[in-house]
């Protein structure tokens, strides 16, 4: 298995319950990125990681949303009081960073969230 | 603010014509635009990236791309239109020196026998 996986594929949660949404990169990617998408739209950039440092984190809606790669490999996006509007697709993306500019996004298929 | 426009929601087509999806651009700089597929309850696949070089850029399942400069625009192409092209497809413009990709709002692709 050599792409990006998500777990869990699909997640319900009740208002106010917290969540947690895994991304295994591909092996070796230096960096690592958090995308949301809404029903319709377009992915909207919610942060970013070079190894297990998180360099920008300017997209994260709230305080609610916090993200962690502590190893510089697996990748955590937490929800902390999850609200209706937080519900759409979360999308992981990895890419080699290096000598290689503009090295493409390999993305995972997705966790989708639903906050009821 | 640099961004990337799809002006049109949806595109439909014949299978064998051939097909165009629009995006244009507004970024400071020179350009790095990017074309990705998503098929139904999948993540976005790469198809091809315009860095510098030929305004024509060669990309994966036979489409290609023109960049145009001067209508800042990087319109999706492909010459014959096949039924398994029907996905949505997104614009991307690279923001940063680290691959952060701005992503347009996505044009679905419906291609008929």
């Known amino acids: 298995g050599a792409g990006v996986s998500q777990s869990p594929r699909y997640k319900v949660a009740k208002r106010g319950q917290d969540v947690a949404l895994r991304c295994d990169p591909i092996s070796g990617h230096v960096s690592l990125f958090w995308y949301q998408q809404a029903l319709g739209q377009g992915p909207e950039f919610l942060t970013y990681f070079q190894n297990e440092a998180q360099l920008d984190k300017s997209g994260l809606p709230s305080d609610r949303f916090f993200a962690e790669r502590p190893e510089g490999s697996v990748s955590t996006l937490k929800i902390q009081r999850t609200q209706q509007e937080d519900s759409a697709v979360y999308l992981c993306?990895?890419?080699?960073?290096?000598?290689?500019?503009?090295?493409?996004?390999?993305f995972g298929n997705g966790t989708r969230l639903t906050v009821t | 603010a640099q961004s990337v426009a799809q002006p049109e929601d949806q595109v439909k087509v014949a299978e064998g014509n051939p097909l165009t999806v629009k995006c244009t651009y507004s970024?400071?700089?020179?350009?790095?635009l990017f074309w990705y597929v998503q098929y139904p309850n999948r993540g976005l696949q790469f198809l091809l990236k315009?860095?510098?070089?030929?305004?024509l850029v060669k990309g994966s399942y036979g489409f290609e791309a023109e960049f145009n400069k001067s209508q800042t625009s990087f319109h999706l192409k492909k010459p014959s239109a096949l039924v398994s092209d029907s996905a949505l497809y997104f614009c991307?413009?690279?923001?940063?020196?680290?691959?952060?990709?701005?992503f347009g709002a996505g044009t679905r692709l419906a291609v008929h026998p």
């Open positions: 991307a413009v690279r923001l940063g020196g680290y691959n952060k990709l701005i």
């Open positions: 970024v400071s700089g020179n350009p790095y």
């Open positions: 315009y860095i510098t070089g030929d305004n």
């Open positions: 993306a990895s890419s080699y960073q290096g000598e290689v500019e503009s090295a493409p996004l390999h």
